[in-house]
């Protein structure tokens, strides 16, 4: 601790921790609203505030955000005030916030759940209690130190105080009753309070501390508010007092102490939004007394009001030295990132930010010797004594309750005055320090202005002697001031005139030098004028030159053009004549082809008509012998075709012969078959007859016999019945049977052969009606078939007669029709040569015709080819004559342009000379340069004094003056100044240059 910390003290240590989303939080999906830098040492609250978003940023000692652990939280802040409790400090380490934000979390931790940690360690939930008990322990029995930790733990709830660690057996009686009974607050008399009755724990070993935890914090009083049901609504008090043994250089033990005071604050919410119900307004109202306190303390801290108010609240009273006084603290803020929490949050956020600013001044507790410390203990232990001798005996001073809490009342009262009176006499002390260190202001003062005044005085003196010599001065000024003012008028005419001078000479000047200008600008257009004639007559030459090459090439070209055409006309026309003769002797060939031709002609068409008549003698011969013939062949078919009738009349009247023959023969085999079948019906009636005889005789004779046995077998029974009745009875009965069996076999094998005879007599009577039925079928069917066939053959023979009769009339018809087409052809054949020959005829009148035709179109052609000939030469021959003309027309003209351009050479030339000597005439003769007569004036520079200087010849103006005097002599600062140089003592009218 550095002694200027000591003087300034150190500000409140200030974290602010912020937790996780709850899981209704999350199942809720509420928005988060604070964001946290823990690194930057910043909390972000994000607001909507009318549409806008608005971020709020605090900056804190410490930020623990929602992902921090309590062991991260407890090293990096709880760690070190820990180690200066080892050192013999006081210190106190609050948790403000609303409730469900994490303070009791903070504290002490989820240590109920998980209460034991493995081999002495801690488990992770543990809040800073826990961990702050197991450092101590740890710390001190690494030092091997020999020592005492007392743990007590209070609630203070509704103003009233409870003790969380009083043992269970002495209130068992009347719990009740002490629970109702709050410990009473006193002043320990050495300016510090102590709860009367509170129970200090001794602890040993830190893991005994899980238990005195889960002891006090069973007791802590809970109610149900809407935020959070187990929340408590009770600032809880947890107290650690180390004392350590240590030794003195003189030998003596000195005894260190320490004390650790850590306080889980009620939820800062207020009433309304808690939602306590109307018994419980008092309630919260009361505990908002401590809190609102608190708040108040706080805010008389950072403002440094002269009172404080300490007294309004148990909880204030309990931790004065905690708020502004010896004690170092740390207050952890808690906050919930939800948004339904952000009011809170903030207001939560705004208290801890100001409670930032309270310094406290801490000091190590005062080393006690170890006797006084024994000594001490003594005096306790004998009062304590006495308490208990008192209460055993009850002989002790004792006063009603009534008068005991009136007295108490009033003592505090008391004491309440005191300390009011103690802060009004430090206030009045304060208060008289300031008027004394007023007056001291104000003697000083008073000195000050004595001084001044002197200096005043004297410089009224200088004042009025300067006065007396300004006003001479000033006469002086005026008379001075007339005169510049005519100085001034004349220096501006006379700078006026000079002026003019020297515009004047600067014109001269000027026209000067435009004079040698234009004689430069005219001798080199001289020159160039020169030069540029002989270049045009240099030109002119050249092309009078190159015409006259011109012309005489054109002459040239005419010439020669004169002949190539004479010599064209001419092989053109010997050409015309060549042509002509060609053509003659092409007509003269064609003319041979024509005849050619038509003898051709001639001879093919007289060939045409023999051969036609030839042709129709030999059809008529063909003809002829063919008809002969066919003649000859129609009456050898007509013979045939009668033998062929008589043949087939001979082969009907056979066939029809059979048949009637067949048909016979077959009625006959019929009748005997007829004749056979109902022999066999009779045949197999007989039969049917004989056999139903021999069965009903047989069946007659079987019975007759069965009928015999059983009567000679009765007799024999009834014979030998009396004497071998019991012998052979069995065997007769045996007897009687085989033989009925036997009968009954032969009778049945009657029936069957009766009735295999009966079916096979049935089928053969079957067999025998079906063979004469089919057989009767079949005659009938023969008889018809043979009737029809006779029938058909008949008809046939018919019908072959008939066409026999056709062909005969056929071959008929068709003799006479050759006949009819032999003379047919025959006329034809006459009628086709006689046309033939006509045609003939016709054709060789034709070519006759053709051949006049050729002649007169040759004739035609040969008079026209002559006359287009002449023609064309004397076309020929008029246009050689133009040309003729036109060229000698060029060449004259072109004599002409010559003699011309000769004329134009001589003109030109005569014409540059003239110019040129024109022109030496006018710029070396005419133009005439200017002669200097010497009598203009030479340019000088006279010296005129400016306006300036007469200025400064005249006095200041009056105003100026006095300005200026103030200026330098002001009423206020009578220090005699030194006066600025230039304005007053200058003597008027000396030189100032
Ligand atoms: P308070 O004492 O301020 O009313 P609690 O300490 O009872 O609030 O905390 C309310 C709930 O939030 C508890 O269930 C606790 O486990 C949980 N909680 C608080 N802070 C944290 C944290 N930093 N990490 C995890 N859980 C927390
Ligand atoms: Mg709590």
Request: hydrophobic share 35%.
């Amino acid at each position: 601790m550095s002694g200027r910390e000591k003087e300034k003290g150190v500000n409140v240590q200030v974290l602010l921790r912020c937790r996780p989303f709850s899981e209704d939080e999350l199942r809720s999906n509420a928005p988060q609203v604070v964001t946290c830098n823990d690194y930057q040492r910043e909390v972000a609250v994000s607001q909507n505030i009318a549409g806008k978003h608005i971020d709020r940023v605090f900056t804190f000692d410490k930020v623990f955000g929602p992902s921090a652990k309590q062991r991260d939280l407890y090293d990096q802040a709880v760690v070190p005030i820990v180690n200066e409790v080892l050192e013999g400090f006081n210190c106190t380490i609050f948790a403000y916030g609303q409730t469900g934000t994490g303070k009791t979390y903070t504290m002490e931790g989820e240590c109920r759940r998980a209460k034991s940690g493995l081999n002495g360690e801690l488990p992770q939930e543990a809040g800073v209690i826990p961990r702050a008990v197991k450092q101590i322990f740890d710390t001190l029995e690494g030092q091997n130190a020999e020592y005492s930790v007392k743990v007590t733990f209070l609630e203070l709830y509704n103003e009233e105080i409870t003790d969380l660690l009083a043992p269970e057996e002495i209130s068992k009686v009347a719990l009740e009753e002490k629970q109702k009974k709050p410990l009473p607050l006193m002043e320990d008399g050495k300016g510090g309070v102590l709860v009367r009755g509170l129970e200090e724990e001794i602890v040993t070993s830190a893991s005994e501390i899980f238990t005195l935890l889960e002891r006090g914090s069973s007791k802590r009083r809970t109610a149900e508010t809407l935020l959070n049901k187990q929340s408590s609504r009770s600032h809880s008090l947890f107290s650690i007092t180390i004392h350590i043994k240590e030794p003195s250089p003189e030998g003596e033990e000195l005894i260190k102490c320490g004390k650790l005071n850590l306080v889980d604050l009620a939820g800062s919410e207020n009433i309304s939004r808690s939602g306590a119900r109307e018994g419980r307004a008092r309630e919260a109202g009361e505990i908002n007394k401590s809190l609102l306190t608190l708040g108040r303390v706080i805010n008389a801290l950072v403002e440094h009001l002269g009172h404080i108010p300490y007294r309004d609240s148990k909880l204030t009273r309990l931790l004065r030295d905690s708020l502004g006084g010896r004690t170092k603290t740390c207050i952890i803020a808690t906050v919930s990132p939800a948004v339904h929490c952000l009011e809170e949050t903030l207001s939560t956020l705004d208290y801890a930010h100001r409670a930032k600013h309270i310094k406290n001044k801490p000091e190590v507790n005062q080393k006690m010797m170890k006797s006084t410390l024994i000594k001490d203990l003594y005096g306790e232990i004998d009062r304590l004594k006495a308490e208990v001798y008192a209460a055993r005996e009850k002989n002790g001073v004792y006063i009603p309750k009534e008068r005991y809490y009136q007295e108490e009342s009033e003592r505090k009262a008391m004491a309440d005055q005191i300390e009011q009176m103690g802060i009004t006499i430090e206030t009045h002390q304060k208060q008289l320090e300031e008027l004394q260190e007023k007056y001291d202001v104000q003697v000083r003062q008073c000195s000050d202005l004595s001084t001044k005044l002197t200096h005043t005085e004297k410089n009224l003196l200088e004042t009025s002697r300067l006065l007396a010599y300004t006003e001479e001065e000033l006469k002086k000024c005026r008379y001075e001031n007339a005169l510049t003012q005519q100085a001034c008028a004349l220096q501006s005419d006379l700078e006026k005139a000079l002026k003019d001078n020297t515009s004047l000479f600067e014109k001269i000047s000027r026209e000067d030098k435009l004079h040698s200008d234009n004689r430069s600008v005219v001798n080199s257009f001289h020159s160039e004028l020169c030069q540029q004639i002989g270049c045009l007559r240099s030109i002119v030459a050249n092309s009078i030159s190159q015409q006259d090459e011109h012309l005489q090439c054109v002459g040239k070209l005419c010439n020669s053009f004169r002949e190539t055409h004479d010599k064209a006309v001419k092989e053109m026309k010997k050409k015309l004549t060549n042509t002509r003769t060609v053509y003659m002797s092409h007509i003269e060939a064609l003319q041979n082809v024509v005849r050619l031709h038509k003898s051709n002609s001639v001879a093919g068409l007289d060939e045409i008509s023999t051969l036609a008549s030839s042709n129709a003698q030999s059809i008529e011969d063909y003809l002829a012998s063919e008809g002969v013939q066919a003649a000859s062949v129609f009456d050898d078919l007509q013979n045939a075709l009668s033998a062929h009738q008589g043949e087939m009349a001979i082969f009907a009247r056979e066939l029809r012969q059979r048949f009637n023959s067949s048909s016979e023969q077959t009625k006959q085999i019929s009748d005997y078959t007829d004749g056979f079948l109902s022999k066999l019906m009779d045949q197999s009636k007989t039969i049917q007859n004989h056999v139903t005889g021999v069965d009903n005789i047989q069946m007659k004779s079987i019975a007759d016999f069965q009928k015999a046995y059983e009567e000679q077998s009765k007799s024999d029974a009834e014979k030998f019945l009396v004497d071998v009745s019991n012998l052979f009875s069995n065997h007769i009965l045996r007897q009687k049977e085989l033989v009925n069996t036997r009968l009954d076999g032969l009778r049945e094998a009657a029936v069957e052969n009766r009735s295999f005879m009966d079916g096979q007599v049935s089928s053969l009577k079957n067999i025998a009606t079906e063979a004469k039925r089919k057989w009767q079928e079949f005659c009938v069917q023969a008889e018809s078939d043979a009737k029809g066939g006779a029938d058909y053959s008949a008809a046939k023979h018919c019908r072959m007669e008939i066409l026999l009769q056709q062909s005969v009339t056929n071959a008929e018809s068709a003799f006479q029709h050759c006949k009819k087409t032999r003379d047919s052809v025959n006329e034809m054949c006459t009628k086709h040569v006689s046309s033939l020959s006509s045609l003939v005829r016709d054709a060789t009148d034709h070519i006759e015709q053709h051949d006049a035709d050729i002649d007169s179109a040759r004739t035609a052609a040969e008079h026209d080819v002559a006359t287009n000939n002449q023609e064309i030469l004397q076309h020929i021959d008029g246009m050689s004559a133009q040309e003729r003309e036109s060229v000698s027309g060029i060449l004259g003209t072109v004599e002409a342009h010559t003699k011309t351009l000769e004329t134009f050479r001589e003109d030109h030339s005569g014409q540059a000379a003239v110019m040129e000597k024109k022109s030496q005439e006018t710029f070396q003769q005419h133009f005439m340069d200017y002669d200097p007569t010497g009598t203009t004036p030479m340019r000088t520079e006279p010296d005129v004094p400016s306006k300036g200087t007469i200025e400064s010849l005249r006095a200041m103006p009056m105003e100026a003056l006095v300005e200026e005097f103030r200026e330098n002599n002001s009423y206020d600062s009578f220090e005699v100044k030194e006066p600025k140089t230039p304005l007053v003592p200058r003597s008027p009218l000396a030189e100032i240059n």
